[in-house]
């Protein structure tokens, strides 16, 4: 059983949210690390260095930020292609300053992985594998090929083979490790980036709808006693007239006011802006966000009789999570259902449990651990996101499982026979439990035993 959502995600661009301003920082970071290793090598430990080239390759570098900064404004995004050249400049920047400052044996090697690592972070996995291979084959080309490090003295500063190919087998190791530490970081925030914002922009649509319900609601609440007069008096104005024309203007006045009382009451359908609307028996709400996916071919049965204790069924507080929540779980059963939907729910002095079962397949066993993370399964090609609707990214359960725990509810996933065994003649697929504590979203137990109060007016 898979889970499919209807909401629309930007694609996350590579690299075109990262400013020059930025990496210009960091190469201005780099650049002062370097001139002060060659002053403090040159000054401090004697070393016969190559001073002009070693100047001249730091200079580019300073010429590049200089020249950046004058054509491009600070704020500039670059492109995944413009970060990509971006910071493989510096990694063979880098390269040739350590082929001028003995190779490997030079223990600043080690920094050839942060530009994996700022692409691993920043920039596509094409980019990353790309600029990992470059890394290793700098590092192999540098433990055979190099200025050798010597005194003033004319000594040479050489590690033994040994400790230099276990230079070469720690970097190698490095620039893989860091590399695929860091992308699975990073996309495990990017995923979790995305799907909250899915889950701000349902929770933001149905609270949308909420106000724009309860609104219209309140409009027919307060135009009923106006328009019920209009309708009286235009009915005994009309049984007192004479005049057949006069007459039927009459008529068509209290037409027209029950016709406002219809459109209103039908646009009003959806909620009440009065304090009776921020509550609900727990089965009302529970069949309001079934409401949806009564008609699309599923049967749904609703059993609000499994009350512990001679429990009665509580009001609970009308709020969007809640409604959203349920109605992505109720939509994910229909989804995947043969036949039948069961929804029940069970009552005890502490607690109220919801149960969502369907008769379709279940959950994929290997998945039951992970049902509720985004995005469980292979990221989309980009053109993926034109689509009306992409399945298998597990995103509607994580919106589901995300707003039902921010009321206060615990959720646990499982299949039928995991935990009721072999029913005869009953087949059931998948099992959704929502338990909450009843002070979490009872009305009384929230707001108190006393009376509603007065219905307080809309303010514009």
């Given at each position: 059983m898979h889970e499919k959502s209807t909401d629309r995600?930007?694609?996350?661009?590579?690299?075109?949210?990262?400013?020059?301003?930025?990496?210009?920082?960091?190469?201005?970071?780099?650049?002062?690390?370097?001139?002060?290793?060659?002053?403090?090598?040159?000054?401090?430990?004697?070393?016969?260095?190559?001073?002009?080239?070693c100047s001249l390759v730091v200079g580019l570098s300073v010429i590049n930020n200089l020249v950046a900064l004058a054509i491009y404004p600070q704020n500039k995004r670059l492109s995944e292609r413009e970060t990509f050249l971006f910071v493989l400049y510096d990694m063979l920047q880098l390269g040739f300053l350590l082929y001028l400052t003995g190779g490997l044996d030079n223990p600043f090697?080690?920094?050839?992985?942060?530009?994996?690592?700022?692409?691993?972070?920043?920039l596509s996995t094409r980019s990353t594998v790309?600029?990992?291979l470059m890394a290793i084959l700098l590092v192999t080309l540098l433990a055979r090929f190099n200025l050798p490090l010597r005194t003033v003295t004319g000594q040479t500063l050489k590690m033994p083979d040994v400790f230099l190919y276990g230079n070469w087998v720690a970097i190698v190791i490095g620039v893989v490790f860091l590399g695929v530490y860091a992308r699975w970081v990073i996309s495990e925030m990017r995923a979790m980036s995305d799907a909250l914002q899915a889950t701000q922009m349902a929770l933001a649509r149905e609270q949308k709808l909420t106000d724009i319900g309860g609104v219209v609601a309140a409009a027919a609440h307060e135009l009923g006693t106006p328009l019920a007069t209009i309708k009286l008096a235009s009915s005994e104005l009309a049984d007192e007239l004479t005049n057949e024309a006069q007459r039927e203007d009459a008529l068509l006045i209290r037409e027209q006011a029950d016709r406002c009382r219809d459109i209103l009451r039908s646009m009003g359908r959806v909620g009440k802006d009065d304090l009776h609307l921020h509550r609900a028996p727990l089965s009302a709400l529970v069949e309001e966000a079934a409401e949806p996916h009564l008609a699309r071919g599923k049967s749904v049965h609703f059993d609000f009789s499994n009350d512990a204790d001679g429990q009665t069924q509580p009001d609970i507080l009308r709020q969007p999570e809640i409604i959203h929540g349920l109605r992505n779980l109720i939509q994910n059963a229909v989804d995947y259902a043969d036949e039948n939907i069961r929804v029940e729910s069970r009552v005890t002095p502490e607690t109220i449990t919801l149960r969502i079962m369907d008769d379709g397949p279940g959950f994929p066993p290997h998945l039951l651990g992970r049902i509720g993370d985004p995005l469980m399964r292979r990221r989309p090609q980009p053109t993926d996101f034109n689509r009306p609707e992409y399945e298998g990214m597990g995103l509607g359960l994580f919106i589901a499982k995300t707003?039902?725990?921010?009321?206060?509810?615990d959720l646990s996933f499982a299949n039928g026979p995991d935990i009721f065994g072999t029913r005869p003649g009953q087949k059931i697929g998948a099992v959704v439990e929502v338990i909450w504590p009843r002070s979490a979203i009872e009305a009384e137990k929230i707001s108190g035993a006393q009376g509603l109060g007065e219905n307080k007016l809309i303010q514009p």
């Open positions: 995600i930007k694609p996350r661009q590579g690299g075109g949210w990262i400013r020059l301003r930025t990496l210009v920082l960091l190469r201005w970071w780099a650049i002062t690390g370097q001139i002060a290793a060659l002053v403090i090598a040159r000054q401090l430990y004697d070393l016969h260095l190559e001073i002009g080239l090697s080690i920094l050839i992985v942060v530009p994996v690592a700022v692409s691993a972070s920043a790309v600029l990992g707003l039902l725990e921010r009321s206060g509810a």
